[in-house]
């Protein structure tokens, strides 16, 4: 059995975008061209230390004509990459981080379900653990209602 969402979806308005993708990669990503994967924020809770982050899955994508053909699926390797993505953005949002805050470490990952396009994955992050140079996010990933995969991320902040 799938364990509670970290954030109460129905509370969040999937269409109110508190950072669009242009805002999110200039002021706080330094990602460009196809690692940009985030495609905006819809909810930002500093009492939770919560964010929810979109990535609309299309047709379109890259990643899309070679992975599984005849059956093209999401990577795990990028839903797992936007949610470090989001984890980061959470830091800047949540605890004004400065600086970037680099891929360093996954645990607890579990992957649920598949994702196809197209479809909008919500990335829900909550920081679990605050410091300088460490952050520890809680994360999961959720497709029309249903938990797609889980993971704690750790960023490291790069000099």
Do not use: D, I, Y
């Given at each position: 059995m799938p364990p509670p969402l970290l954030v109460d979806l129905a509370k969040v308005d999937p269409d109110h975008v508190v950072l669009s993708r242009e805002q999110i990669y200039e002021r706080h990503l330094p990602h460009r061209h196809e690692f940009m994967l985030i495609d905006g924020i819809c909810s930002v809770d500093r009492d939770a230390d919560a964010i929810v982050a979109f990535v609309d899955i299309r047709?379109?994508?890259?990643?899309?004509?070679?992975?599984?053909p005849?059956?093209?699926?999401l990577p795990g390797v990028l839903m797992l990459?936007?949610?470090?993505?989001?984890?980061a953005i959470g830091a800047c949002l949540l605890r004004d981080h400065q600086g970037f805050l680099g891929f360093g470490g996954v645990d607890r990952c579990k992957f649920r379900d598949t994702v196809t396009a197209p479809s909008r994955l919500f990335l829900l992050?909550?920081?679990?653990d605050y410091r300088p140079r460490r952050i520890i996010s809680?994360?999961?990933?959720?497709v029309n209602g249903r938990l797609v995969f889980e993971a704690d991320i750790t960023g490291l902040t790069l000099r």
């Open positions: 047709a379109n994508a890259w990643w899309f004509r070679g992975h599984v005849g059956r093209p699926l990459e936007a949610a470090a993505q989001a984890s992050c909550v920081l679990a809680k994360n999961q990933g959720v």
